[in-house]
């Protein structure tokens, strides 16, 4: 069975009277790699976060393991498919709390995912040449590459089972891009039912990737569409 | 505690002395008008506009505490938290839909429950509606009140609204919307409680409290004024943080969606 459902999701910003896209359906299936495609202003971000629920479509429905999500379960539903920001915030002022607060998040689900600990985290910060990192520094101080690697890991803590990437390549230099990458498709394949939907501008990434190409502009209705920058 | 004011012992003030007052308003005037500093014209709508309101205030308060009756106290402080809420709201540049109605159910409770609370148990009143005690006593914690909950209010507001994509990202982990906003709402109430701690911190060091100063010009004893100053002091204290939490939990769940997001359409700016 699919892991995610979209059906016929469609979104126009408050005052807008023309869909950014419309009809959007797509499924998930467990191990699959989707990378999403379309030009700025198409709406990928967006799309991205209406599926979890940070913004409300206008029509349609999303479906989680064949169940609607509803405000009862939509938190264990965005603990388990976990929106990655195309800018990495800080959630927290220090590093440490940036890496203890999704574990506290995932604590608070009583049969939920077993939460990555402290020492698998340190190993997974290694790995993306961040090992030597103080914790107790402040998030913002560190370089941006430094901060995607960091919030990717602060992301993966929680052991989601799909994780919707917002381009989280995108600013960083081609060899951390190719950790994170890396780090990415080992998340993944560490698992058969783990399943990603992936935004990328690059055609040698989405080479690198594989996967199922899933272009939005097939669901942006007109050519004012492509204006909107959220 | 029942404080009796012993003697009425003060010298009382004549339209004729208060003219010879402002003869001293004079002074900043002429040197403002020879160094062109433009200050002249808003220092004596200034001060008109203080004989104006003080005058007709003292006007309604005679009038209130002459006919010594509930039914011309309740209205009178309806009025009072009705201007309270209004400035209260009109400062704050972030509003949520009912910011004015909120601001007022918030004020009201807060500034009754510690009027009425302490009219009754602490000072011991005959009447529950004492103008002499309810008026200038609400009349205290409003002032404070109001300023507290525009401080919160626009901060709260305004640091979500600046740290969306922090929320967002801890609500994507899985946060309860609650856990997300947390750390904005506390400094919201934390901003609200900063100037009557810093005065609670500071007080007597620096200058007499204005009521203090009051009561000891019209000559009580000044232990008696200190013992009204740390009554009021607290009285301040509680009622604004009461009111800060009610109106800032109020704008929380007002701004709040069921699927643990926030309507950020709901939050409006405004010049403030």
């Known amino acids: 069975m699919a892991l995610l459902q979209a059906k016929n999701l469609s979104w126009k910003p408050a005052d807008a009277e023309e869909f950014i896209w419309k009809d959007v359906s797509f499924e998930l299936s467990p191990g699959e790699l989707v990378v999403l495609e379309g030009p700025s202003g198409s709406g990928k971000s967006t799309l991205l976060k209406a599926i979890v629920g940070l913004i409300e479509v206008s029509s ?49 689900f009583v049969d939920g995912a077993q939460p990555m600990s402290e020492d698998e985290q340190e ?87 594989g996967g199922r190409l899933l272009d939005l502009t097939r669901w942006n209705p007109g050519p004012s569409a492509g204006e909107y920058r959220p | 505690m029942s404080l009796v004011i012993a003697t009425v012992d003060y010298i009382q003030l004549t339209p004729w002395d208060l003219a010879l007052a402002a003869v001293l308003l004079l002074i900043p005037a002429a040197i403002s008008i020879a160094l062109r500093l433009g200050l002249e014209k808003n220092l004596a709508i200034a001060s008109f506009r203080t004989v104006v309101q003080l005058a007709f205030l003292g006007l309604i ?37 009912g910011s004015y109605l909120t601001a007022f159910a918030a004020l009201t409770l807060a500034t009754s429950v510690t009027t009425f609370g302490v009219t009754e148990l602490v000072i011991g009143v005959e009447q529950w509606y004492e103008p002499q ?41 899985g946060a309860s919307l609650w856990r997300a906003c947390r750390p904005w709402v506390r400094e ?13 911190m500071i007080v007597g060091l620096v200058s007499l409290p204005g009521m203090m100063t009051g009561q000891i010009l019209a000559g009580v004893p000044p232990a008696d004024a200190v013992a009204y100053q740390i009554l009021i002091m607290f009285m301040i204290a509680a009622a604004t943080a009461l009111a800060v939490i009610v109106l800032c939990l109020i704008a929380f769940k007002v701004v709040s969606h069921p699927e643990h997001r926030v309507r950020w359409d709901a939050i409006t700016r405004h010049e403030g």
Not at chain 1, 141 to 159: D, K, M, N, P, Y
């Open chain 2, 61 to 97: 308060l005679e009038w209130v505490f002459g006919a010594d009756r509930w039914f011309y106290v309740v209205p009178m402080l309806a009025v009072m938290l009705f201007f309270a809420a209004r400035a209260a709201i009109q400062r704050s540049t972030k509003r949520f839909p």
């Open chain 2, 133 to 173: 005690y309810v008026i200038p006593l609400l009349g205290m914690l409003l002032g404070n009140g109001l300023t507290g909950i525009s401080l919160s209010l626009d901060r709260m507001l305004s640091d979500l609204m600046a740290q969306r994509s922090a929320v967002e990202a801890r609500l994507a982990l």
């Open chain 1, 123 to 209: 190993r997974m910060l290694e790995r993306l040449q961040l090992g030597a990192l103080d914790r107790s520094r402040r998030f913002d101080e560190l370089s941006v590459g430094e901060r995607q690697r960091v919030a990717f890991v602060r992301c993966i803590t929680v052991r989601p089972q799909v994780l919707l990437l917002d381009e989280p390549t995108a600013s960083l230099d081609p060899d951390s891009a190719h950790s994170v990458e890396k780090c990415v498709l080992d998340y993944l394949d560490a698992s058969s039912d783990r399943a990603a939907i992936w935004i990328s501008h690059s055609k040698e990434q989405r080479e690198r990737l």
């Open chain 1, 60 to 108: 349609g429905k999303r479906l989680w393991r064949g169940d609607k999500i509803t405000a009862d379960n939509i938190r264990r539903f965005r603990n388990e498919v976990v929106y990655v920001h195309q800018t990495p915030v800080a959630i927290a002022p220090r590093i440490a709390d940036n890496l203890s607060f999704p574990r506290e998040i995932a604590a608070e």
């Open chain 2, 188 to 200: 919201g109430l934390r901003n609200g409680m900063i100037p009557i701690i810093n005065s609670m």
